[in-house]
């Protein structure tokens, strides 16, 4: 597609339930990034893949937390038994290469635990 | 601890005047330094970089100038439009444009007034 492409775009879910958020990069982009903003921060790096390994998941918050990437494309992260604090704009962005040159954003998605 | 500074959440200025947004770091590994622009509802776009080799970088009415000793740097946008209100992001990176890991800070309202 011609930009990331990010869905829902809002999800409202009751505490402890399970959700996953779905993010297609663009086409032949080979490093995908997830990073969340919550209310009145700026956005916190989550996790890197490459391709469909993911050599970096350092900033993932808890093992409720999860994130996988199918055929070098489609990525879904997945938190298990939602708290309020998971509250936050979830943000997907790609690029050609492990970079920080040429970050493409999706437009997130909002997610509201209550 | 917050490792990139946007002291002001929001600022106010007049069509054609000069915008300044501020950011401080603290972390003296970064050598990279991004600023990103964000409408309500979209993801952010890249707007203009800087590497630690250089105090200045130019982009059309967009500005980033970088003084290291001080651990600071600021966007200056000139002349404002009111397409320029939103919200301007500060981001920075060690290891250059290589690495694909941004930290963020939270972000400056600016609202350009016709």
């Known amino acids: 597609g011609a930009g990331v492409s990010q869905s829902p775009s809002n999800k409202v879910t009751e505490k402890g339930k399970d959700v996953e958020l779905r993010c297609d990069p663009i086409?032949?982009?080979?490093?995908l990034y997830w990073y969340r903003q919550s209310l009145g921060q700026g956005l916190e790096f989550l996790i890197y893949?490459?391709?469909?390994?993911?050599?970096?998941k350092s900033g993932l918050p808890s093992d409720r937390f999860s994130a996988e990437r199918t055929g070098g494309s489609v990525s879904t992260l997945t938190i298990q038994r939602t708290q309020q604090e998971d509250s936050a704009v979830y943000l997907c962005?790609?690029?050609?290469?492990?970079?920080?040159?040429?970050?493409?954003f999706g437009s997130g998605t909002r997610l509201t635990v209550v | 601890d917050q490792q990139v500074k946007q002291n002001s959440p929001s600022l106010s200025v007049q069509e054609g005047r000069i915008s300044i947004l501020n950011c401080d770091y603290t972390?003296?590994?970064?050598?990279?330094f991004l600023w990103y622009k964000k409408y309500p509802a979209e993801g952010p776009t890249f707007l203009i970089s800087?590497?630690?080799?250089?105090d200045k970088n130019e982009d059309g009415r967009f500005t980033v100038f970088l003084n290291k000793s001080a651990k600071h740097l600021s966007l200056h946008i000139v002349p404002s439009q009111p397409g320029d209100s939103a919200v301007y992001f500060c981001?920075?990176?060690?290891?250059?444009?290589?690495?694909?890991?941004?930290?963020f800070g939270k972000g400056t309202l600016l609202t350009v007034n016709p």
């Open positions: 893949f490459q391709g469909n390994s993911a050599p970096d």
């Open positions: 800087i590497s630690s080799i250089k």
């Open positions: 972390n003296s590994m970064f050598d990279y």
């Open positions: 981001a920075a990176s060690e290891g250059g444009g290589s690495n694909y890991k941004l930290t």
């Open positions: 086409s032949g982009h080979t490093a």
């Open positions: 962005a790609s690029s050609f290469s492990s970079s920080n040159y040429g970050y493409t």
